[in-house]
T-cell receptor
Framework: EAGVAQSPRYKIIEKRQSVAFWCNPI?????LYWYQQILGQGPKLLIQ????????DSQLPKDRFSAERLKGVDSTLKIQPAKLEDSAVYLC??????????????FGEGSWLTVV | AQSVAQPEDQVNVAEGNPLTVKCTYS??????LFWYVQYPNRGLQFLLK??????LVKGSYGFEAEFNKSQTSFHLKKPSALVSDSALYFC?????????FGTGTRLKVLA
């Protein structure tokens, strides 16, 4: 079974530039998550989709971050304009549904962003 | 508020010795608990989870975790550590409907 695919793996941009990350979840997984992991910290949920609807985006900085999952499959996370503090790993994850009895979260390899 | 704490930033253990990585939690209702491992420049890999049932949960790569309700703990264990177990380990709890991760514990297994 193919895992969660993410691209690009690494990106370096200057502050105030924009960047987009793409994620393709495991086939058949209805729930998709974007996490931000800053060095030395645990992952922090940015946004959670159930199919193409947003379940939780309470920690997404909406003035600069946006995410979409138009057809309920792959997803894009965009940052515009980027700030230095956005330097982090952006982890995409998916699960068959949300709730531990029905699923486990599976993570992609991450997209490493450095803002200079 | 639901939370999880990993009190140790780093754990060092000699190869072949047993290892324990600690995790405590705070959650209302029944706890759903998870352990993930992260190798350098990689994403998080699922190790094991506790939903209900036996307090000792067995997972991947020979790891197990013991759920202790009275101590609100879910410590990760392995009887005999390998150098290849060196990585960053995260405990997580399922909150209302989202996963809350600890800050991670770096495990270093010394040859």
């Amino acid at each position: 079974e193919a895992g969660v695919a993410q691209s690009p793996r690494y990106k370096i941009i200057e502050k105030r530039q924009s960047v987009a990350f793409w994620c393709n979840p495991i086939s058949g997984h209805a729930t998709l998550y974007w996490y931000q992991q800053i060095l030395g910290q645990g992952p922090k949920l940015l946004i959670q989709f159930q199919n193409n609807g947003v379940v939780d985006d309470s920690q997404l900085p909406k003035d600069r971050f946006s995410a979409e999952r138009l057809k309920g499959v792959d997803s894009t996370l965009k940052i515009q304009p980027a700030k230095l503090e956005d330097s982090a790993v952006y982890l995409c994850a998916s699960s068959t549904d949300w709730g531990p009895r029905r699923n486990t979260i599976y993570f992609g390899e991450g997209s490493w962003l450095t803002v200079v | 508020a639901q939370s999880v704490a990993q009190p140790e930033d780093q754990v060092n253990v000699a190869e072949g010795n047993p290892l324990t990585v600690k995790c405590t939690y705070s959650v209302s209702g029944n706890p759903y608990l998870f352990w993930y491992v992260q190798y350098p420049n990689r994403g998080l890999q699922f190790l094991l989870k506790y939903i209900t049932g036996d307090n000792l949960v067995k997972g991947s790569y020979g790891f197990e975790a013991e759920f202790n309700k009275s101590q609100t703990s879910f410590h990760l264990k392995k009887p005999s550590a390998l150098v290849s177990d060196s990585a960053l380990y995260f405990c997580a709890v399922l909150g209302t409907y989202k996963y809350i991760f600890g800050t991670g514990t770096r495990l270093k297994v010394l040859a």
